[in-house]
């Protein structure tokens, strides 16, 4: 079993707040526009990191991480991406290959909107995060947390950080 954080549209920020939450996790997952690679080096001296860049980040941070990350964890299929759509709204990018290749757990960032649903078209849950940082409309600071163990998702909670 691991417990996972998944936060995205950090955008430089990052604080003691979220840092709590990444002490408490085994892995945790950026879902794009880190702003300042400080954030997520910050984060991999504590635990292990999986990312993708967003549309806010630099080529440096394009060099280290993909546009699209597929992995596995704990039988668990992952696709992670920043920006994706949301089931029956998948983005034009993704969309046949969401199809071809379906993931389990189907993770974007980007819109700042938390968003937990199931697509039953494609059976996958797709997962938005909202945004942890301080940059955009969004009026409180969201991360996600949950478990993945022997191919299921489970004990999903969102978690509210202060408001911007």
């Not at 980007?110 to 996958?124: A, E, G, P, W, Y």
């Amino acid at each position: 079993m691991k417990k996972i954080l998944l936060l995205s549209d950090t955008h430089s920020y990052i604080d003691a707040q979220i840092l709590k939450f990444v002490k408490q996790a085994d892995e945790v997952w950026h879902a794009g526009d880190i702003g300042d690679l400080e954030v997520t080096d910050t984060i991999k001296k504590l635990k292990p990191l999986r990312g993708v860049y967003g549309n806010i980040d630099d080529a440096i941070a394009r060099t280290e991480f993909p546009l699209d990350n597929k992995f596995e964890v704990e039988g668990v299929t992952v696709w992670m991406t920043h920006i994706g759509g949301y089931p029956g709204k998948y983005n034009q990018r993704v969309r046949e290959a969401l199809k071809k290749n379906t993931p389990q757990l189907y993770i974007c960032g980007h819109s700042h909107i938390l968003k937990v649903q199931f697509d039953k078209t494609l059976n996958l849950l797709h997962v938005n995060p909202g945004a942890a940082g301080k940059h955009g409309f969004h009026k409180v600071r969201t991360m996600v947390r949950f478990e993945v163990e022997k191919g299921n998702i489970k004990n999903m909670e969102v978690i509210e950080l202060a408001k911007r």
